[in-house]
């Protein structure tokens, strides 16, 4: 139906600056070429077009980075971002890197954030420049230390390894005695994520209930998830804003077990195979959903169902915005919500 | 936090195409894109914003990803472009037109050329006698005379090879310009990439005191440099692995620069020159790890391609050493549909201490080769001190056969050295473009190990090294196992990789050759002096990761696509970039 395509088209365009368009829709078909309908997936050629960019340690806007291998066994690999300390006066102008790099950034209490990319858990990876960017506003933001997980993905790694990564992670950090702070000093963490990274975070944040692990909270960007039955939004809004349900599908498919379906609860925690979180110290958590994302319905019930399992959550719902609108710093959505997401981390904290 | 917008690109109201666009070919330069999308690693200027959209839209339709994607069924032949060569991913404009112009007209069917894995001959040691005859184009039959015409200055001790060494000296007759200084390429924003591997709380002061060492070297702080050395080696002896390592070849980098022992003396000396010893190291840091195998294995791919259609051609290897890179594009060449053409290398090295005549060794070799597998092979040997000391006369086809040579200039690891002396790089480039060839492959270590500044240069080296030397052990499969025969070579590599490491710290001046500098720096040269990149694309890019799956030992080795360039890291750093280029048509 070509005259409806086009409105469509039409629709998708206004609703966001053209320059966010374009990158969008540029992820839109490079991601279309990658996917084979027989559920494997072009790496090689993913790679290829995935923009990156190296850790720094020389300090930028105030923000540097550094790269650690925290499991060798698994070859888990993390970029840990840190506002520069300030210079202590006896020293002259090196940085001595790993002693400053991992000098606490304040003598006051400060967030650390671990970070879960997003990417429908088979794009994109720690050092991808949009997620470098979006951890270094992070920083600048909320004075915290992120670290950004490169963990494994679909379909060469399937459920739970992005869980598994996660969970390795959030042991590691426990174990830094420079990421603790504060009186009585303590590992003060949020987990957070978009997409599929909000997916990750959610299930971090369940193991890390069930362990008795205190997290500060969690910070859910258009959180990616699925079930067996289509929602309204879903059939609404099924290509019409960059996504498909075709493609939401393909993803399922590559992350879950092999013959598992949507109902699955990594993919529907809340839904017929969910386990309930009554009674669990489930953190609080502030999710932020997209109106124009096919799933907004779905993050709106998942929120829904945290409240009504007796967990905190802030809901920050931006009803015009599409999915990526925190990649570039270019409308309302994303100023408000970096604001959102800097009061919920400093007052959490 | 602003609240105002910065500019963001065009506005999203019915804006029409822009009319008069830049051809398509002219990338965007760093000055005139959109900033925003540019900080993602996106190059759009904002004048084809809305012509890039309408591009994306254009290939969306033909992929048919409308808004019935959900209905319509799932079929193979929705398996977009499987034989495209994907270019510069950067550059959307130009990304976009190459999709959509192999929408409208279907590829050939034809594959793309590529390299095939190296064929398996037995490596060529060093300095080993052939008695074998070569032929089927013995070189040694050329007429005598022309052969004194050919060589200018002093006499080669094969027929083969044309000496320009001692007479022509230095720096190239007249070629240098005053008493110009060689500046460092500046760099545009200085990183730090790092990677840490090791982090125990050992290795981190070990770094310290390393780092503390080098800036007391800086500010002639000789005592409580000599202190620090002997904390260095004790830290380092409870240390293990590759830190210790490292920590070993610094520290004594360091206490010789501290002691200034003149000239440096012992086997880590300057590794530029040609000694047995810098030849089997080499041998033994290619055959270990993958870095020198990437190298040759994309720069082929970039002359295979250049070559396509070419009858005849003449490849330029500005340090042959064995020849270990040629045999792979010989196979390469003789499989290719229509067959090989006639085929013509001139290999360069510097002179012999024993005047043996390891050049024409290596063209035996791989003439012998060449003869297995049917191709047209000639060999010329250079001799040259430096590059600088090569004239385009010692070049030029001079066989009366109709059809041009296509021409190839190859450097591995070559031009850094250059940099040591004033003007040399220079006057590569100028006989470089007299040569005019069809592309210039250039290999070099990604990192800027030429800072003016002591202790800046230090720091990147001693980052670039630990990650290197942490790949050498990565490879070697987990701790736990006992050593392989094969680990002997590791001791090999570290040696000739201690070698860069002591050139880089303890010398200075014309000595210190291993002046490496980041793509970002050397694309600032090459365009200074006239050249334009050749884009090194996706299948590149996947047979280089192809092969390391085969061949090397480690999970952390990547291969990286960079505005055109591919390069090789370790984990999330580069170590290794290969560019290609072409004189700019004027």
Redesign the interface.
């Known amino acids: ?1 070509a005259g ?2 086009e409105v ?2 039409n629709e998708c ?2 609703a ?8 969008i ?2 992820f ?3 991601y ?2 990658l996917r ?2 027989d559920g494997t997936f072009d790496r ?2 993913a ?3 995935d ?8 300090p ?1 806007n105030g923000v540097a980075s ?5 499991d060798r066994a698994t ?1 888990l ?1 993390v ?1 840990i971002y840190r506002p520069v300390p300030d210079p202590v006066p006896e020293t ?1 102008s ?1 940085p ?4 400053d ?2 000098r606490p950034p304040s003598s006051d209490p400060y967030p650390v954030i671990i970070f879960f990319h997003g990417g429908s858990f088979a794009h994109s990876s720690s ?1 991808t ?2 997620y470098d ?1 979006l951890c270094r506003r992070f920083v600048s933001l909320c004075g915290a230390v992120v670290i950004s997980v490169n963990y494994r993905r679909a379909p060469e790694h399937r459920y739970p390894c992005a869980y598994d990564d996660g969970w390795t992670t959030l042991k590691w950090a426990l174990t830094q005695p420079w990421l603790h702070s504060g009186d009585p000093s303590r590992l003060r963490v949020f987990l957070s994520g978009d997409s599929s990274g909000g997916n990750i975070a959610h299930h971090v944040a369940v193991r890390a209930a069930e362990s008795g692990i205190d997290i500060a909270g969690n910070i859910l960007l258009n959180a990616m998830f699925g079930g067996n039955v289509r929602t309204e939004s879903e059939r609404r809004l ?3 804003y960059f996504v ?3 493609d939401r599908d393909w993803y399922w498919k590559a992350y879950l077990p092999e013959g598992a379906d949507r109902d699955h609860p990594a993919c529907n925690p809340f839904g017929p195979n969910g386990t309930p979180l009554e009674g669990l110290p489930y953190t609080k958590s502030l999710v932020i959903v997209s109106g124009l994302d096919l799933t907004s319905d779905r993050q709106l019930a998942y929120a829904d169902w945290l409240k009504k399992s007796g967990h905190e959550v802030k809901l920050v719902y931006r009803e015009q915005a599409t999915i990526g609108f925190y ?5 309302n959505h994303f ?1 408000e919500v ?2 959102e997401i800097k009061s919920f981390v400093t007052s959490n904290c | 936090m602003k609240r105002e917008y910065p500019d963001s690109g065009t506005s999203s109201s019915g804006e029409a195409a822009p009319k008069g666009k830049l051809p398509a070919s002219a990338p965007p330069s760093e000055e005139d894109v959109d900033e925003l999308l540019a900080a993602l690693g996106y190059k759009v200027r904002p004048s084809e914003m809305a012509d890039v959209a309408q591009k994306l839209e254009q290939l969306e339709m033909a992929m048919g990803m409308g808004t019935a994607a959900s209905t319509a069924p799932v079929s193979d032949d929705m398996v977009f472009f499987p034989e495209t060569v994907h270019y510069n991913p950067s550059d959307l404009s130009t990304w976009l037109d190459s999709m959509l112009s192999e929408l409208n007209t279907p590829p050939p069917p034809l594959p793309a050329p590529s390299m095939a894995p190296p064929p398996s001959v037995p490596s060529f040691a060093p300095a080993e006698s052939s008695s074998v005859n070569f032929d089927p184009n013995p070189i040694s039959q050329s007429d005598p005379s022309r052969e004194r015409k050919r060589m200018r200055t002093g006499s080669g001790s094969g027929s083969c090879s044309s000496s320009s060494s001692s007479s022509l000296g230095r720096g190239g007759a007249g070629t240098t310009v005053g008493s110009e200084v060689i500046e460092p390429a500046p760099v545009a924003t200085p990183g730090l990439p790092v990677v840490v591997v090791d982090p125990q709380e050992a290795g981190v002061r070990l770094v310290h005191a390393l780092m503390a060492c080098a800036e007391a070297v800086q500010q002639d702080n000789l005592k409580a440099a000599d202190a620090l050395v002997k904390q260095i080696s004790l830290l380092a002896s409870s240390q293990g692995g590759a830190m210790r390592k490292v920590a070993t070849y610094f520290s004594e980098a360091l206490a010789r620069r501290i002691y200034q022992l003149r000239p440096p003396v012992g086997p880590i000396s300057d590794p530029s020159t040609f000694d047995s010893l810098a030849d089997l190291l080499h041998m033994h840091f290619y055959e270990t790890c993958p870095y020198l195998k990437f190298a040759h294995f994309t720069a082929n791919q970039a002359i295979l391609e250049a070559f396509a259609g070419c009858k005849r051609v003449h490849v330029i290897d500005f340090g042959i050493k064995q020849g270990m890179q040629w045999p792979a594009l010989l196979q390469a060449l003789a499989l290719r549909p229509g067959g090989p053409p006639s085929f013509r290398l001139t290999g360069v090295g510097p002179p012999q201490p024993d005047n043996s005549d390891a050049l024409q060794q290596v063209g035996l070799k791989l003439a012998q080769f060449a003869h297995t597998i049917r191709v047209d092979f000639k060999y010329r040997g250079l001799v040259a001190n430096s590059l600088a000391d090569i004239e385009p006369y010692m070049l030029e086809d001079e066989s009366d056969d109709g059809e041009p040579e296509a021409v190839a200039i190859n450097s591995v690891c070559e031009l850094h050295g250059l940099l040591a002396r004033p003007g040399e790089l220079d006057k590569v480039y100028h006989t470089v473009q007299k040569v005019k060839p069809k592309i210039f492959t250039v290999v070099e270590q990604e990192a800027n190990h030429n800072s003016g500044s002591f202790l800046d240069r230090f720091t990147e080296a001693l980052h670039y090294y630990s990650t290197m030397f942490d790949s050498l052990e990565g490879s070697n499969g987990s701790p736990a196992e006992p050593p392989s025969p094969g680990q002997t070579d590791h001791v090999m590599s570290e040696l000739y990789l201690g070698r860069q490491i002591f050139n880089i710290v303890a010398c200075e001046g014309t000595d210190r050759t291993e002046r490496h500098e980041t793509l970002a720096q050397w694309r600032r040269r090459f365009s200074l002096a006239g050249f334009e990149p050749v884009h090194l694309g996706s299948n590149a890019y996947k047979q280089a990761s192809t092969l390391l799956a085969l061949f090397a030992g480690g999970d952390g080795y990547r291969v990286e696509e960079k505005d055109g360039c591919l390069t090789l890291g370790w984990h999330t750093r580069s170590l290794i970039a290969t560019s290609a280029w072409r004189v700019m048509a004027s």
């Open positions: 139906m409806s395509n469509n088209a365009k206004t966001v600056p053209l320059n966010t368009w374009v990158l829709s540029n839109k078909v490079a279309n070429m084979r309908p090689n050629l790679e290829f077009l923009r990156r960019v190296p850790a720094n340690a020389s930028v550094f790269d650690l291998i925290i070859n690999l970029r002259t090196i001595s890197f790993l002693e790099l991992s050092n420049t949009i960017a099924d290509g019409k498909t349900l075709q990649l570039l710093p270019n409308t100023y970096m604001d």
